[in-house]
């Protein structure tokens, strides 16, 4: 039902059968786990940057990145970062 179709307008917009579905599945339609912005934050911080280097040549720098989950290239991908290119 749209807002402004309702009698009170103050009154808050009923669910819809696909949040109600969504909210029971604790799952996406794409299958990945819902969060709340503050446990979205906490999974997207699980990414590291690592920086290291070897006996052999100490001054030589090796980066290693950890792999993004699904949810966490999804996430990247929907605000446009490169998890790879920033820093």
């Known amino acids: 039902m749209l807002r402004d179709q309702r009698a009170n307008p103050v009154m808050p917009t009923p669910r819809s059968e696909g949040a109600k579905a969504k909210a029971a599945r ?21 990414l590291t940057y690592n920086i290291t280097s070897t006996p052999v040549n100490p001054q030589a720098k090796i980066v290693i990145t950890t792999r993004p989950t699904p949810l966490q290239s999804k996430a990247f991908a929907l605000l446009g970062i490169d998890p790879a290119c920033s820093q």
């Open 26 to 46: 604790h799952r996406s339609d794409d299958d990945l786990p819902v969060h709340s912005l503050h446990t979205l934050l906490q999974d997207l911080a699980t």
